[in-house]
């Protein structure tokens, strides 16, 4: 195996003897990412067009600094997001392959030789940051809850508007995809070498279990999350701006 490794290597970027489309994975997800990124960095640099009615974007909440910070209120709450999602095991993965080739796919050439070091060196030491960004998250989480809530109280009373509807999904899929997160599995269940039954254990392998259902399917939740929060944010800047009618469902 590593004779191979090594000959794919000596060949070049793409060599291989794979004959499905491997690079359909990694042009999708470069596809997907970078359109997320320019549409994100759009929206932050607007400062403007983020609330309608009981509305708030995500890209905005928690609100900060909207009378007294200078720039776009969403620079002080998009760093936290930004640095979960880049600093997270499923998506190094994804954007190590898709933007860097690193590799481009399994047993497919890679750019030079492989010199893998590990998470000690920088720029990679800034990785074990994730666990950090995940506190940060969860407390993310309250704000949207929060927000989520409060799109159901109109001025004429209570009622569900399709905004209220997305911004819970939203709320919905980002728990999914943070209390999925590798970190806190470790977190509920680590240095642990067995469950035993009773107490704070059997508390402790409950939620062990809950987090690995939704580990199970992290990467489905990462996307689904980010295609989420991307849409919640155009359907609310979208009825700010006067384009959109939000559609009242009671």
Known sequence: MANTVRALEERGLGATQRRDAWWLQPVAVAAGLGAFVIYS???????????????????????????????????????????????????????????????????????????????????????????????VALLLLVFLWHDAYKSFFFENGIGIGLGSLVLTANASLLSFYTL?????????????????????????????????????????????????????DFYVRMLASGIFTDLRLL
């Open 180 to 232: 999925g997160c590798h970190s806190l599995r470790h977190f509920v269940g680590g240095k642990l070498d067995t469950f035993q039954v009773g107490g704070n254990c059997t508390m402790r392998h409950s939620c062990w279990k809950g987090v690995t259902r939704l580990n199970e399917h992290h990467m489905l939740w990462a996307w689904c999350s980010l295609v989420m929060v991307g849409f919640a």
């Open 41 to 135: 960095t759009w929206a932050a640099l607007q400062g403007n067009n983020y609330e309608w009615g009981p509305y708030l974007s995500p890209f905005y909440s928690p609100l900060l600094g909207k009378d007294w910070w200078p720039f776009s209120p969403a620079f002080l709450i998009l760093w936290a997001p930004a640095g979960f999602r880049a600093t997270c095991y499923y998506y190094r993965k994804a954007y190590y392959r898709a933007f860097f080739a690193d590799p481009p796919a399994c047993a497919v050439g890679e750019i030079a030789e492989h010199r893998y070091c590990g998470e000690t060196k920088f720029p990679f030491i800034l990785q074990n940051m994730h666990r950090f960004f995940f506190y």
